[in-house]
C-alpha cells in the first residue's frame, strides 16, 4: 500500500500561531508517499510565508491561492490539483498521530472500495476543553469504534471533517467537493452514507483536534 499516493487537502486562513506544528505533523508520517495541495483562503497573517517556506524544501507540497473565497472553493481547488488514488482533508490547525496515514491506508487495503476509512479523535486546547466539546468527543468515538456512525447521523455531523479517507474513484462518485452546501463536513457525510460508503471501526487515536478562541 505505501506505494499509493495520497493527497491531503488543506484549506488555511489566518492560522499562522498553528499551521506550522500541523505541516511537521505531516512531514513526519511514517508514510511518505503523499502530496499536501494547500490553499491560501486570503489570509491576512503570515501563514502563507511560513508555509511557503515548508513548500520551498519539499515538492510534496503545493501551495495555491483561493480563487474564490470560503472553505468549499478552497476544496475545490484543492482537489482539481491532486493526483492522489487516496484523499483526504486535513485542518491548519490540527495535529495528525504520526501512524495516522499508514493505518487509514492499512485499513483502507484491507477492507477495500466501497470504505471510509476513520480513527479516533481527541480536542485539545490551551484554556481546557468545555464539557460540550467533551460529550461529543466521546459521542463521536464511540461511534467510531463500531463502525456505525451513520446510526446516529441525523443529530450531528458522525465523521470528524479533518480525520477520514476514501479512495478517489469512490470519492468522485460520491461528488466530491461539487456541492455548494454548509456546513460542507456534514453534507459531504450524509454523501458517503447514500453511496453506502461503509465506515471502517477503529479503535486508534489518529488526531488532535484543536480548540481555540
Not at 488514488?85 to 466501497?114: A, F, P, Q, W, Y
Not at 480536542?123 to 460540550?132: E, H, L, M, N, V
Not at 468515538?141 to 456505525?148: F, P, S, V
Amino acid at each position: 500500500m505505501q506505494n499509493q499516493l495520497i493527497s491531503i487537502l488543506i484549506p488555511f486562513k489566518n492560522t499562522s500561531a498553528f499551521i506550522a506544528e500541523c505541516i511537521e505533523s505531516i512531514i513526519n508520517q511514517t508514510y511518505t508517499n503523499w502530496e499536501v495541495i494547500i490553499v491560501n483562503d486570503h489570509s491576512t497573517d503570515n501563514s502563507y510565508a511560513i508555509v511557503e517556506s515548508f513548500a520551498k524544501k519539499d515538492q510534496r507540497f503545493q501551495l495555491y491561492n483561493n480563487t474564490g473565497n470560503g472553505i468549499i472553493d478552497a476544496l475545490k481547488l484543492a482537489y482539481s490539483k491532486s493526483k492522489g488514488v487516496l484523499i483526504t482533508r486535513m485542518d491548519s490547525d490540527d495535529i495528525m498521530v504520526s501512524d495516522k496515514l499508514e493505518t487509514m491506508c492499512n485499513d483502507l487495503k484491507t477492507h477495500g472500495k466501497g470504505h471510509v476509512a476513520l480513527g479516533l479523535v481527541k480536542y485539545f486546547s490551551k484554556a481546557g476543553i468545555s464539557d460540550g466539546y467533551n460529550k461529543y468527543q466521546s459521542w463521536l468515538n464511540r461511534l467510531t469504534k463500531q463502525g456505525a456512525n451513520y446510526t446516529e447521523i441525523y443529530k450531528e455531523c458522525v465523521i470528524a471533517s479533518p480525520c477520514w479517507m476514501v479512495y478517489r474513484a469512490d470519492f468522485e462518485n460520491c461528488g466530491a467537493f461539487n456541492s455548494e452546501l454548509y456546513p460542507e463536513d456534514y453534507d459531504l457525510v450524509f454523501r458517503f452514507y447514500k453511496h453506502d460508503l461503509k465506515c471502517i471501526p477503529s479503535a486508534k487515536l489518529l488526531h488532535h483536534w484543536r480548540d481555540y478562541s
